[in-house]
């Protein structure tokens, strides 16, 4: 049976997983230590946030003695599309098109960054995309 398509990923949880994916495989208290102090929650909001990433299909745990070792199960190009697939969704009526005409109205754009949005417009088309 096919795994559940992940939800997106809080601010939290997304702090949590960025540990997760650096370290590969760690504890709880490694995941803790490894936060940045500034943004380092209590270790039972860690645990908390843990518990849902596991049951959201993002990371899962193996037992080692009476630790716990999380590893994720999700990698972090993965969970990028699913966020941008839920925006998309959400905010621009599943039109990924919509998606990039907002991008190149953004005013924000350099000209290298426009002419790389064009030379993969073009890639996409001579493959019949």
Do not use: C
């Not at 843990?50 to 299909?57: A, P």
């Not at 716990?68 to 969704?89: E, M, N, W």
């Amino acid at each position: 049976m096919a795994r559940k398509r992940s939800v997106p990923l809080t601010e939290a949880e997304q702090r949590v997983m960025e540990v997760v994916w650096k370290l590969q495989s760690a504890s709880l208290g490694q995941i803790v230590d490894a936060l940045s102090e500034d943004q380092r929650p209590a270790n039972n909001t860690v645990q908390t946030t843990m518990k849902i990433l596991e049951r959201k299909g993002y990371i899962r745990h193996r037992a080692q003695g009476r630790v716990f070792i999380y590893s994720p199960v999700v990698g972090r190009d993965a969970a990028a599309q699913t966020a941008l697939s839920y925006v998309i969704s959400r905010f621009f009526g599943g039109s990924s098109a919509k998606v990039a005409l907002n991008l190149i109205d953004d005013e924000s754009l350099t000209p290298e960054q426009l002419d790389e949005l064009r030379r993969r417009i073009d890639d996409a088309k001579s493959v019949g995309r």
